[in-house]
C-alpha cells in the first residue's frame, strides 16, 4: 500500500491535510477573500460586535477580525513554512555532507551542532534576536539557527546507518559518483524521517513565531499576524476576552493540525509496520 492511500485510510491525516491545505488556499486567496483592508483603521467601529457585515466583529482600531485572520495566514503560516524549507536545507545539506565523508570535517561539524543544541532552544532564540533587532527576518534567521544542528545529527545519523548497506557499497565499488550515491540511494532513505520530524516541528515554529509577536519582537503592527493579534488583544482581555479567542483558535487548529499529522505520518512510515504489510 502507498503513502497515498494510507493517507487516505488514515482519517486523523486525511483531516489534518485538509486543514492545513484549506488554510493554506485561504492564505493565498485572501486579498480576494478578505471582505476588508486588513490594516485600515476605522475608530467609529472599534469593538463592533459580530454581524453580518462583520462576520467576527472588530478589534480595538476598528480593523476587521476576519479579514486579519486571513492575512494572518500570510504571515505566520507562510512564514512558519518558509523557516521550515529553509532549515530542512541547510540541515540535510551539512548532515549529507557529515554522515558521507566522515573524518575531520564530520567531527568539525558534529562538534559545532554539539554547541549548538547544549544550549536551550527558546534561550538561543531570544538571545539571536537580541542581538540582531526585533523583526520577522531575524526570528526567521534565529529558528534557523537553532534548529538546523538538530536536522543536520539526524540526517547524518541515519546517512551512517544506511551507508553500510550492500548497494551502496556495490555503488561505490564500481565507482558511481558521489552525487549519485547521495541523491539516488542515501537521501530517498532519510526523507521519511525528515518528513516526519519536519511537519512535527512546523507546529513548534508557528508557536514560536507567534510567541515573538507577542511579547513584541517578531511581527511589528500593523501587520496582520495571530500573536500580534492576542498581543493587542491581551490588555482587553476582560472587557472584550472574544478579542483573543478567534485569533488562540486559528493558531491552536494549525498547530495540533500539523503534530497530529507528524503523528500520523511516525506511524504511517514507521518499518515496523512495512514488515507487517
Same mark, same amino acid.
Given at each position: 500500500?502507498?503513502?497515498?492511500?494510507?493517507?487516505?485510510?488514515?482519517?486523523?491525516?486525511?483531516?489534518?491535510?485538509?486543514?492545513?491545505?484549506?488554510?493554506?488556499?485561504?492564505?493565498?486567496?485572501?486579498?480576494?477573500?478578505?471582505?476588508?483592508?486588513?490594516?485600515?483603521?476605522?475608530?467609529?467601529?472599534?469593538?463592533?460586535?459580530?454581524?453580518?457585515?462583520?462576520?467576527?466583529?472588530?478589534?480595538?482600531?476598528?480593523?476587521?477580525?476576519?479579514?486579519?485572520?486571513?492575512?494572518?495566514?500570510?504571515?505566520?503560516?507562510?512564514? !512558519?513554512? #518558509?523557516?521550515?524549507?529553509? /532549515?530542512?536545507?541547510? @540541515?540535510? $545539506? =551539512?548532515?549529507? &555532507? %557529515?554522515?558521507?565523508?566522515?573524518?575531520?570535517?564530520?567531527?568539525?561539524?558534529?562538534?559545532?551542532?554539539?554547541?549548538?543544541?547544549?544550549?536551550?532552544?527558546?534561550?538561543?532564540?531570544?538571545?539571536?534576536?537580541?542581538?540582531?533587532?526585533?523583526?520577522?527576518?531575524?526570528?526567521?534567521?534565529?529558528?534557523?539557527?537553532?534548529?538546523?544542528?538538530?536536522?543536520?545529527?539526524?540526517?547524518?545519523?541515519?546517512?551512517?546507518?544506511?551507508?553500510?548497506?550492500?548497494?551502496?557499497?556495490?555503488?561505490?565499488?564500481?565507482?558511481?559518483?558521489?552525487?549519485?550515491?547521495?541523491?539516488?540511494?542515501?537521501?530517498?532513505?532519510?526523507? !521519511?524521517? #525528515?518528513?516526519?520530524?519536519? /511537519?512535527?516541528?512546523? @507546529?513548534? $515554529? =508557528?508557536?514560536? &513565531? %507567534?510567541?515573538?509577536?507577542?511579547?513584541?519582537?517578531?511581527?511589528?503592527?500593523?501587520?496582520?499576524?495571530?500573536?500580534?493579534?492576542?498581543?493587542?488583544?491581551?490588555?482587553?482581555?476582560?472587557?472584550?476576552?472574544?478579542?483573543?479567542?478567534?485569533?488562540?483558535?486559528?493558531?491552536?487548529?494549525?498547530?495540533?493540525?500539523?503534530?497530529?499529522?507528524?503523528?500520523?505520518?511516525?506511524?504511517?512510515?514507521?518499518?515496523?509496520?512495512?514488515?507487517?504489510?
Amino acid at each position: 500500500m502507498n503513502l497515498t492511500k494510507k493517507l487516505i485510510n488514515n482519517k486523523t491525516a486525511l483531516i489534518c491535510l485538509i486543514i492545513i491545505t484549506t488554510m493554506i488556499i485561504l492564505g493565498i486567496l485572501a486579498p480576494y477573500i478578505a471582505p476588508f483592508d486588513p490594516n485600515k483603521v476605522r475608530i467609529v467601529r472599534k469593538y463592533a460586535a459580530i454581524s453580518s457585515e462583520h462576520w467576527l466583529g472588530c478589534d480595538h482600531l476598528g480593523r476587521d477580525i476576519f479579514s486579519r485572520l486571513l492575512y494572518g495566514i500570510r504571515t505566520t503560516l507562510f512564514l !512558519s513554512l #518558509l523557516t521550515m524549507i529553509i /532549515t530542512i536545507i541547510v @540541515g540535510s $545539506v =551539512i548532515g549529507l &555532507i %557529515s554522515g558521507y565523508r566522515r573524518g575531520k570535517l564530520d567531527e568539525c561539524i558534529m562538534r559545532l551542532c554539539d554547541i549548538m543544541l547544549s544550549f536551550p532552544s527558546q534561550v538561543m532564540i531570544l538571545a539571536i534576536v537580541g542581538v540582531l533587532g526585533v523583526g520577522i527576518e531575524n526570528v526567521i534567521i534565529a529558528n534557523i539557527v537553532v534548529k538546523w544542528a538538530w536536522y543536520s545529527r539526524m540526517i547524518r545519523s541515519s546517512v551512517i546507518k544506511y551507508s553500510r548497506k550492500n548497494y551502496i557499497l556495490f555503488s561505490r565499488a564500481i565507482g558511481a559518483p558521489h552525487s549519485f550515491i547521495i541523491c539516488r540511494h542515501l537521501l530517498p532513505n532519510v526523507m !521519511s524521517e #525528515l518528513v516526519v520530524l519536519a /511537519t512535527l516541528d512546523t @507546529g513548534w $515554529v =508557528i508557536l514560536n &513565531i %507567534s510567541a515573538l509577536s507577542f511579547i513584541g519582537l517578531g511581527v511589528q503592527a500593523p501587520t496582520a499576524e495571530w500573536g500580534l493579534m492576542l498581543s493587542e488583544a491581551k490588555n482587553v482581555m476582560t472587557q472584550h476576552p472574544m478579542q483573543m479567542v478567534f485569533p488562540g483558535i486559528a493558531i491552536l487548529i494549525v498547530v495540533a493540525a500539523f503534530n497530529m499529522l507528524g503523528d500520523c505520518l511516525r506511524d504511517i512510515l514507521d518499518p515496523k509496520e512495512k514488515l507487517h504489510e
